[in-house]
């Protein structure tokens, strides 16, 4: 086992998986074996990785480190949050003192939409440590998901008066901020984000969100600053298609015609964005710039016309 471990560490899966089935192969009882064989099939045989599981469970009934090993493959591989959530709960009537676990659990309550339960899981995980901002963000989001705004911002104040320099918190009050139509807080939020994030990809996300903000604001020449810096990130994706199209409309919005005309951005993903809104009219011709073609629009200046967006529901 110990020599397969440091193959894997190597990522030298042939050798690794070779000497966790010897150990199987002395010792036809050793669960923690089929715990190592198990990891390896996750992705091209999931049903000999549970099989595994089941395997090692029958073996060490007792081990709560066993459940949890099954728990997190049911959560992640299959989904199955109901045979999730079992595992978790066993490993914790074994263990009462295996924490962690509560989170995992907690997580596979709300993708079950059982806010409540998973909230209850946070209580406990605070309760545990209430000087750790992680399960203040978690509860967090797990507030926002279910609706209860004033409750998730709070919990992301207090995550970051423990965590000051966590973007992250920062950018998910500033959503719920955004949301309530509170634009001055969430720019401001945004704006702390976006001083925070090292990456030089992160902060795309954080400048869309407050383009947006500067958009209901009608502050235009913010809002297309913003936007525009999204374009310059270098982030490929469907973020960078609607920064082109949201940058067009706030050139339209503030009756610069000239630049709002074009929208430059694969031609699919705009059209399919774009024509959900009847405010938009295809031009039916192209405009070819290095080999290649880019849709033209027009914006019809009957209506102001709102930011699309991609923001998390």
Known sequence: MGRGRVYQIKDDKTRAIADYNRAVDVDPDYAAAYIAISSFYHISNPDQA??????????????????????????????????????????????????????????????KND????????????????????????????????????????????????????????????????????????IADYT??????????????????????????????????????VINSGFNGMMTTDAYVNRGIAYYNKKDYRRARFVHAPLGTVKSRLFQHSDYQFLGGYRQTAGIFTPMFVLSPMYPLPSISRRPS
């Not at 060490?60 to 079992?86: E, Q, S, T, V």
């Not at 978690?138 to 911002?153: C, E, F, L, P, V």
């Not at 104040?157 to 949301?179: N, Q, V």
């Open 50 to 111: 549970v099989a595994a599981y089941n395997k090692a469970v029958s073996l060490d009934p007792d081990n709560a480190r066993m459940y949890y090993a099954r728990g997190c493959f049911y959560l992640y591989r299959y989904r199955d949050w109901d045979k999730a959530i079992a595992d978790y709960t066993q490993a914790l009537r074994l263990d009462p003192n295996f924490t962690s676990v509560y989170s995992w659990r907690a997580e596979a309550y709300a993708q």
């Open 115 to 186: 806010y409540d339960r998973a909230i209850a899981d946070y209580d406990r995980l605070i309760s545990i440590d209430p000087g750790d901002g992680t399960w203040y963000s978690a509860r967090g989001n797990t507030y926002n998901q279910k609706g209860d705004y004033n409750s998730a911002i709070r919990d992301y104040t207090t995550a970051i008066r423990f965590s000051p320099d966590d973007a992250s918190d920062y950018e998910s009050r500033g959503l719920i901020y955004y949301d309530i139509g509170d634009y001055d807080r969430a």
């Open 192 to 229: 702390q984000a976006i001083r925070l994030y090292h990456d030089p990809f992160l902060p795309a996300m954080a400048y869309t969100f407050r383009g947006d903000a500067y958009a209901q604001k009608k502050d235009y020449d913010r809002t297309i600053t913003d936007y525009t810096n």
